[in-house]
């Protein structure tokens, strides 16, 4: 994906960040907890480490609460013993038959509940997600003597009473539902976008509610994985080892900070989510070849480990890079440090190259321009990252986490040749400490803090030699602007009575941009966040939230020092304040049956400050210094539906459907508006759904899923100057629907060891619908033509 710089860089491919970043990577599955697996473990671990790992977020945690009653008189029981399967995490009831278990790791639980007298009451399948209370309430019946059986109550309700946040999440059994085009298989925006709020623009990128793409905050179990130069994603995105995918479209919480579109929180498996070894081969048309290898488990003295790795080659044909060899590897070790103790280790890295048809013959090295033997144009993306967390356990209701880590994040794009015509190289190293306090005072209020402060080392190099040629003066510049970001929140999550629920959150936010050539500067900010929630019934939710989000303005834009003077009247240095939105949503969520539930959500947002490009003159743009500003402002408004049905009778799926309207004075950063005239942006898609059908028997699985789009908007030119130019997007590329099949068949044996086949094809009937059209009316962009891949996954 090729950025054009300033006037004319051209836009990456999907895969790639704004910044040019790629990303690709994958996901299989795992078994078996011997020796053996814990060695090969360990060495993978050492390996990621050797040659730096960039430290991430981890030990994320979960809370499950709940209130216990007799079945028969209603009466609150206390003394109950609760346990939390397959953990040391067990309570009791107080007098009030209430109950709390703070810090359990984000996955899927029994909870059992015991006490004399009574039959023990056991409630299956219990979601936790970092972050989030899970309510698990019992009634307990009186035991009769010669049975004291386990009594398994009904499942567990399909909507979370207790989350105000807009939250959607997918976990990796639904990931093989959507398999799409090479470019977004084991892919954040191949997942994303399949629910409500998201929508891809031509290139694949989602955006979250109408707002820019480098306006998303992408977490890696919690810890932020944008890099300060572009404020784009700093990895690959890829999803190897993802357990789940918390997608927040609105209302997010205050520790969620610098992202003002939107959140996309992967949480890694652990061994106990994910025992045992798998390792998946792919093959298919467009030369993909590939494979996946997972391995997790729990030793004996309580090492829980887990590690992934994809590596995946394609030549991804039509598309703007013809060929990518991409490699992802991820590890997570919990090791219990005492009863009260934990220590995590979540370490990764990855890297992608994507090449170009064209072809350059020199490069830039030490010595400036240099000629070399011919070689593609490419961009080439590597990441590391490394954090340890220390998880200590105060009281069955208290908590604390403290995460030292490190992550860093590479670029560069070699395509000096005439057909892309410009080189640019970044790199980012962010160095962080985070402290997160949660205490379940009392069944009123869970009050959580914390605190990160994050140190960024940030590079950027680009010239573009065709301007020396065409203006006498080489276009070279620097943007070596380093960061220091600390914030600050606190928040107190309320049940106000049995129906209401309450949140009231601050956030406080503060950047110092220390610059090369100019005097230092620094932005700060208060972030307020309020929501509420009734519950109507036991199956029906409203809810509805007020936030104010903030995100601080990318390094490359606050200061740039230029080789020649020349070019210093473009994009000077600047005094920037941070981007805001202002964002209110409703929501009804209603569990219609046993199996299906129904969440719609209103939304309307208000953006200001939005960084754009103008004259410090506008009277004089012949002579004016061309500037960035927080002139931009926008709106969006719009409506989300989410309808599920969980898996029973071989059956299950969802329907997801957006309905947007978002306008702003630009859709681009480097774009001159005029104040006040807004227009579509780039990425406004009127109707955008997804259907997504399972039906899994007898060792077969069939999914299909089918999306729709009703178009992009885009706008023509005459190319006559004497006549009015078109409202900026007022035209709209025609509606599209893309369906894919993907099949699965269990194989037990045979000339085939134990595993799984699978088949996908997407794009099933071969659509080569515009995504995009250009001033000309002609497409800049279709829809990837008909994939097919064969998959073979081998279990141990």
Same mark, same amino acid.
């Given at each position: 994906?090729?950025?054009?710089?300033?006037?004319?860089?051209?836009?990456?491919?999907?895969?790639?960040?704004?910044?040019?970043?790629?990303?690709?990577?994958?996901?299989?599955?795992?078994?078996?907890?011997?020796?053996?697996?814990?060695?090969?473990?360990?060495?993978?671990?050492?390996?990621?480490?050797?040659?730096?790992?960039?430290?991430?977020?981890?030990?994320?945690?979960?809370?499950?609460?709940?209130?216990?009653?007799?079945?028969?008189?209603?009466?609150?029981?206390?003394?109950?013993?609760?346990?939390?399967?397959?953990?040391?995490?067990?309570?009791?009831?107080?007098?009030?038959?209430?109950?709390?278990?703070?810090?359990?790791?984000?996955?899927?639980?029994?909870?059992?509940?015991?006490?004399?007298?009574?039959?023990?009451?056991?409630?299956?399948?219990?979601?936790?997600?970092?972050?989030?209370?899970?309510?698990?309430?019992?009634?307990?019946?009186?035991?009769?003597?010669?049975?004291?059986?386990?009594?398994?109550?009904?499942?567990?309700?399909?909507?979370?009473?207790?989350?105000?946040?807009?939250?959607?999440?997918?976990?990796?059994?639904?990931?093989?539902?959507?398999?799409?085009?090479?470019?977004?298989?084991?892919?954040?925006?191949?997942?994303?976008?399949?629910?409500?709020?998201?929508?891809?623009?031509?290139?694949?990128?989602?955006?979250?509610?109408?707002?820019?793409?480098?306006?998303?905050?992408?977490?890696?179990?919690?810890?932020?994985?944008?890099?300060?130069?572009?404020?784009?994603?700093?990895?690959?995105?890829?999803?190897?080892?993802?357990?789940?995918?918390?997608?927040?479209?609105?209302?997010?919480?205050?520790?969620?900070?610098?992202?003002?579109?939107?959140?996309?929180?992967?949480?890694?498996?652990?061994?106990?989510?994910?025992?045992?070894?798998?390792?998946?081969?792919?093959?298919?048309?467009?030369?993909?070849? %590939?494979?996946?290898?997972?391995? %997790?488990?729990?030793?004996?003295?309580?090492?829980?480990?887990?590690?992934?790795?994809?590596?995946?080659?394609?030549?991804?044909?039509?598309?703007?890079?013809?060929?990518?060899?991409?490699?992802?590897?991820?590890?997570?070790?919990?090791?219990?440090?005492?009863?009260?103790?934990?220590?995590?280790?979540?370490?990764?890295?990855?890297?992608?190259?994507?090449?170009?048809?064209?072809?350059?013959?020199?490069?830039?090295?030490?010595?400036?321009?240099?000629?070399?033997?011919?070689?593609?144009?490419?961009?080439?993306?590597?990441?590391?990252?490394?954090?340890?967390?220390?998880?200590?356990?105060?009281?069955?209701?208290?908590?604390? !986490?403290?995460?030292?880590?490190?992550?860093?994040?590479?670029?560069?794009?070699?395509?000096?040749?005439?057909?892309?015509?410009?080189?640019?190289?970044?790199?980012?190293?962010?160095?962080?400490?985070?402290?997160?306090?949660?205490?379940?005072?009392?069944?009123?209020?869970?009050?959580?803090?914390?605190?990160?402060?994050?140190?960024?080392?940030?590079?950027?190099?680009?010239?573009?030699?065709?301007?020396?040629?065409?203006? %006498?003066?080489?276009?070279?510049?620097?943007?070596?602007?380093?960061?220091?970001?600390?914030?600050?929140?606190?928040?107190?999550?309320?049940?106000?009575?049995?129906?209401?629920?309450?949140?009231?959150?601050?956030?406080?936010?503060?950047?110092?941009?220390?610059?090369?050539?100019?005097?230092? !500067?620094?932005?700060?900010?208060?972030?307020?966040?309020?929501?509420?929630?009734?519950?109507?019934?036991?199956?029906?939710?409203?809810?509805?939230?007020?936030?104010?989000?903030?995100?601080?303005?990318?390094?490359?834009?606050?200061?740039?020092?230029?080789?020649?003077?020349?070019?210093?009247?473009?994009?000077?240095?600047?005094?920037?304040?941070?981007?805001?939105?202002?964002?209110?949503?409703?929501?009804?969520?209603?569990?219609?049956?046993?199996?299906?539930?129904?969440?719609?959500?209103?939304?309307?947002?208000?953006?200001?400050?939005?960084?754009?490009?103008?004259?410090?003159?506008?009277?004089?743009?012949?002579?004016?210094?061309?500037?960035?500003?927080?002139?931009?402002?926008?709106?969006?408004?719009?409506?989300?539906?989410?309808?599920?049905?969980?898996?029973?009778?071989?059956?299950?799926?969802?329907?997801?459907?957006?309905?947007?309207?978002?306008?702003?004075?630009?859709?681009?950063?480097?774009?001159?508006?005029?104040?006040?005239?807004?227009?579509?942006?780039?990425?406004?898609?009127?109707?955008?759904?997804?259907?997504?059908?399972?039906?899994?028997?007898?060792?077969? !699985?069939?999914?299909?899923?089918?999306?729709?789009?009703?178009?992009?908007?885009?706008?023509?030119?005459?190319?006559?100057?004497?006549?009015?130019?078109?409202?900026?997007?007022?035209?709209?590329?025609?509606?599209?629907?893309?369906?894919?099949?993907?099949?699965?068949?269990?194989?037990?044996?045979?000339?085939?060891?134990?595993?799984?086949?699978?088949?996908?094809?997407?794009?099933?009937?071969?659509?080569?619908?515009?995504?995009?059209?250009?001033?000309?009316?002609?497409?800049?962009?279709?829809?990837?033509?008909?994939?097919?891949?064969?998959?073979?996954?081998?279990?141990?």
């Amino acid at each position: 994906m090729v950025y054009k710089y300033s006037y004319q860089v051209c836009r990456p491919p999907a895969g790639i960040s704004p910044l040019g970043h790629i990303k690709k990577v994958g996901a299989c599955k795992l078994r078996s907890s011997t020796a053996i697996p814990v060695a090969v473990a360990l060495v993978l671990a050492l390996l990621m480490t050797a040659g730096i790992i960039t430290p991430v977020r981890g030990g994320t945690t979960g809370i499950i609460s709940g209130t216990i009653t007799d079945s028969e008189t209603g009466q609150k029981l206390a003394g109950v013993n609760v346990i939390v399967e397959g953990t040391d995490l067990t309570t009791v009831t107080d007098e009030n038959g209430y109950y709390v278990i703070t810090n359990v790791p984000p996955g899927d639980y029994a909870v059992t509940a015991s006490l004399i007298g009574y039959s023990d009451v056991r409630m299956e399948k219990v979601s936790v997600l970092m972050d989030v209370v899970a309510s698990v309430g019992f009634e307990m019946a009186t035991a009769v003597a010669e049975e004291e059986e386990v009594i398994v109550t009904e499942a567990k309700p399909m909507i979370q009473r207790d989350v105000v946040p807009t939250m959607y999440v997918m976990d990796h059994t639904q990931e093989p539902m959507v398999r799409n085009q090479p470019n977004l298989l084991y892919q954040t925006p191949g997942i994303v976008a399949t629910q409500p709020g998201v929508v891809a623009d031509e290139g694949g990128y989602p955006h979250i509610r109408g707002g820019r793409a480098n306006q998303v905050g992408y977490l890696l179990d919690g810890i932020l994985i944008t890099e300060p130069v572009t404020n784009g994603f700093g990895t690959n995105i890829v999803t190897v080892g993802m357990d789940k995918m918390e997608i927040f479209t609105g209302g997010y919480r205050p520790e969620y900070g610098n992202a003002i579109s939107g959140v996309f929180n992967q949480l890694v498996k652990t061994g106990r989510t994910a025992p045992g070894a798998s390792l998946e081969f792919l093959g298919g048309s467009e030369s993909l070849r %590939g494979n996946y290898s997972q391995l %997790g488990g729990v030793t004996e003295k309580g090492l829980d480990y887990y590690v992934g790795a994809f590596l995946w080659h394609s030549g991804l044909e039509g598309l703007q890079f013809n060929e990518v060899d991409c490699s992802d590897t991820i590890g997570k070790f919990n090791y219990p440090a005492g009863r009260k103790d934990k220590l995590t280790l979540l370490v990764g890295n990855g890297s992608a190259k994507y090449q170009f048809p064209s072809v350059h013959t020199q490069t830039y090295g030490p010595d400036g321009l240099q000629a070399i033997s011919p070689e593609r144009d490419h961009n080439h993306q590597s990441h590391v990252f490394t954090a340890l967390t220390w998880n200590h356990t105060i009281s069955p209701s208290s908590f604390f !986490t403290l995460r030292p880590y490190y992550f860093r994040s590479r670029n560069k794009v070699d395509a000096i040749s005439d057909d892309i015509g410009f080189w640019w190289e970044t790199e980012s190293g962010t160095t962080g400490l985070q402290f997160d306090y949660t205490n379940q005072i009392s069944a009123q209020h869970l009050l959580k803090a914390g605190a990160v402060r994050m140190a960024g080392d940030n590079k950027y190099w680009v010239t573009v030699p065709i301007y020396a040629t065409l203006y %006498g003066a080489d276009y070279e510049y620097t943007a070596d602007t380093d960061t220091v970001q600390t914030g600050l929140y606190v928040q107190d999550q309320m049940r106000l009575s049995p129906r209401w629920g309450a949140e009231a959150g601050l956030r406080y936010d503060r950047m110092h941009y220390d610059k090369v050539a100019n005097p230092d !500067t620094s932005e700060s900010q208060l972030s307020p966040r309020l929501g509420l929630s009734y519950a109507v019934d036991p199956r029906t939710n409203l809810r509805c939230s007020y936030g104010k989000m903030i995100q601080f303005v990318y390094t490359q834009a606050v200061e740039r020092n230029y080789t020649d003077p020349m070019w210093s009247f473009y994009y000077p240095n600047a005094d920037l304040k941070p981007e805001t939105c202002t964002q209110y949503d409703l929501g009804w969520e209603r569990q219609v049956s046993d199996d299906y539930s129904l969440q719609v959500t209103p939304f309307y947002r208000k953006f200001k400050d939005l960084l754009q490009t103008t004259y410090l003159d506008p009277s004089n743009p012949e002579t004016s210094l061309v500037i960035f500003d927080n002139l931009g402002g926008g709106t969006s408004k719009g409506i989300e539906l989410l309808v599920k049905k969980r898996a029973s009778n071989n059956w299950s799926g969802w329907l997801s459907y957006t309905y947007s309207s978002a306008k702003a004075e630009s859709s681009s950063d480097r774009e001159f508006i005029t104040p006040g005239v807004s227009h579509y942006v780039d990425w406004d898609q009127r109707h955008t759904a997804v259907v997504v059908l399972n039906y899994m028997k007898n060792g077969w !699985t069939h999914s299909l899923m089918a999306e729709y789009g009703s178009g992009l908007p885009y706008n023509l030119d005459d190319g006559d100057p004497d006549t009015p130019a078109e409202t900026p997007n007022s035209r709209r590329v025609a509606s599209h629907v893309v369906v894919n099949l993907n099949v699965a068949r269990e194989v037990k044996g045979g000339w085939l060891p134990q595993g799984e086949m699978r088949l996908s094809i997407a794009n099933l009937f071969n659509t080569g619908a515009a995504l995009d059209r250009g001033p000309d009316g002609q497409p800049t962009a279709r829809m990837p033509g008909r994939f097919v891949s064969l998959g073979y996954t081998r279990h141990f």
